[in-house]
Antibody, heavy 123, light 106 residues
Framework: QLQLQESGSGLVRPSQTLSLTCGVS??????????WTWIRQPPGRGLEWIGYIHHSGNTHYYPSLKNRVTIAVDRSKNRFSLRLNSVTAADTAFYYCARGGDFWSGYPFFEFWGQGVLVTVSS | IVMTQSPATLSVSPGERATLSCRAS??????LAWYQQKPGQAPRLLIY???TRATGIPARFSGSGSGTEFTLTISSLQSGDFVIYYCQQYNNWPQTFGQGTKVEIK
């Protein structure tokens, strides 16, 4: 059974860079053409898609975050990562990693999710 | 594409039927998913393709609709169903979520 697990710093200073990693177990990140995805949710609010990556390194980013986001894949460690720079309090949220469908055909929905990690932006 | 869910809060008695709506600002064909989110947990995929239940989802959850109007029906509400539900369109770039409907005990 596929499992995803987020890890990283839970507290980030304003203007600094948020860094998270999603470890994948139960399947190889290099197998298939899935969309390895980051989604966030401010406390008490709705879901916002951040971006996703194919194991080849190809990416798609949400337009409003595109200038601050980098998603990368590490196939040797079976994981992918999120970096969000120049953070503000508005970036405080639960961050989830997820697996979506085929990267090359259409856009994904998300069947498998990590448990999520709360990242707080505060000085 | 803006996804609008209604109502924001739905009050239903246990054992009764719940009907949740999701409207798209333009057609998303049948590329619509529904998720359930319990407190402190990640969302769980319920429905994709507007009407196909995901693996392991009970038959009391059903989805319908196409184009711009979609419905999630829970035929007989059980205690664990009183949580928040989100729709998501994945037909157009960028894919977008609705703001959620909270189902509460009446």
């Amino acid at each position: 059974q596929l499992q995803l697990q987020e890890s990283g710093s839970g507290l980030v200073r304003p203007s600094q860079t948020l860094s998270l990693t999603c470890g994948v177990s139960g399947a190889s990140i290099s197998s298939g053409d899935y969309s390895w995805t980051w989604i966030r949710q401010p406390p008490g609010r709705g879901l916002e898609w951040i971006g996703y990556i194919h194991h080849s390194g190809n990416t798609h980013y949400y337009p409003s975050l595109k200038n601050r986001v980098t998603i990368a894949v590490d196939r040797s460690k079976n994981r992918f990562s999120l970096r969000l720079n120049s953070v503000t309090a508005a970036d405080t949220a639960f961050y989830y990693c997820a697996r979506g469908g085929d990267f090359w055909s259409g856009y994904p929905f998300f069947e498998f999710w990590g448990q999520g990690v709360l990242v707080t932006v505060s000085s | 594409i803006v996804m609008t869910q209604s109502p924001a809060t739905l009050s239903v008695s246990p054992g009764e039927r719940a009907t949740l709506s999701c409207r798209a600002s333009e057609s998303v064909s049948s590329n619509l998913a529904w998720y359930q989110q319990k407190p402190g947990q990640a969302p769980r995929l319920l429905i994709y393709g507007a009407s196909t239940r995901a693996t392991g989802i009970p038959a009391r959850f059903s989805g319908s609709g196409s184009g711009t109007e979609f419905t999630l029906t829970i035929s007989s509400l059980q205690s664990g169903d009183f949580v928040i539900y989100y729709c998501q369109q994945y037909n157009n770039w960028p894919q977008t979520f609705g703001q959620g409907t909270k189902v509460e005990i009446k």
